[in-house]
Structure formats: structure tokens, C-alpha cells
Nanobody, 122 residues
């Protein structure tokens, strides 16, 4: 399975962006999916994940109540709606698939996209 992220860009603090991740392959619905990010000079950080059916979601404390993850299995896509963006949200954002249930750390994820840059100006 392969992923292509889109929707990143430059936004002012307080603004919103919606990231999309298009997946290839017929097995997309078999994987819990997630969004992770990597800021300059830092390691990859878990942002959010969603179960195979979309019924369960997990969020990092830093994005709870601001970001929403969702998926559309019919169209092989996963999304990240980001509201009330802060300069500290600036990072490359990756979508990824996990072979284990309830992934919550970067090492839980097995297949990664190439990433999309999100820059939040103050």
C-alpha cells in the first residue's frame, strides 16, 4: 500500500488546514491509519490515529480539541482537519498505516507516505 499526502501549505496562527492522504491498493481498509509529524531538528511525533472502521480515534494531547482525523474507506482516503493552528504545529506531516491495533507512537506504524509541509506563521 502506498500513500500520497496533500493539503499542506502556509497559514497564519489561528487558521485551518485540511490534509488529505490518498492510498493505493485494495487493502486500505485493513489498516488502522494515522497522522504523524516531524518538526525541524526533532524526531517524528504521533498526532492522531483512527481504527480500520473509523469508530475509534486517538489524539496527542497537544492537538486534542483542535485536530480531527477521519477516513473514507470507499475512496481509500484519510484526512486530518486542523483548526486553531499554532506556530508549534509547523512540521512535515505524514500519513501512515499500522499493522497493529490502536497505534499511538511512531514505531507502531509500518507504511509511510512522503509527507506534506505545514507552516504556521505567528
Amino acid at each position: 500500500v502506498q500513500f500520497v499526502e496533500s493539503g499542506g501549505g502556509l497559514v497564519q496562527a489561528g487558521g485551518s488546514l485540511r490534509l488529505s492522504c490518498a492510498a493505493s491498493g485494495r487493502t486500505f481498509s485493513m489498516y488502522p491509519m494515522g497522522w504523524l509529524r516531524q518538526a525541524p531538528g526533532k524526531g517524528r511525533e504521533f498526532v492522531a490515529s483512527i481504527s480500520k472502521t473509523g469508530g475509534t480515534t486517538y489524539y496527542a494531547d497537544s492537538v486534542t480539541d483542535r485536530f480531527t482525523i477521519s477516513r473514507d474507506n470507499a475512496n481509500n482516503a484519510v484526512y486530518l482537519q486542523m483548526n486553531s493552528l499554532k506556530p508549534e504545529d509547523t512540521a512535515v506531516y505524514y500519513c501512515a498505516a499500522a499493522e497493529r491495533m490502536a497505534p499511538k507512537v511512531p514505531s507502531d506504524f509500518n507504511y509511510w507516505g512522503q509527507g506534506t509541509q505545514v507552516t504556521v506563521s505567528s
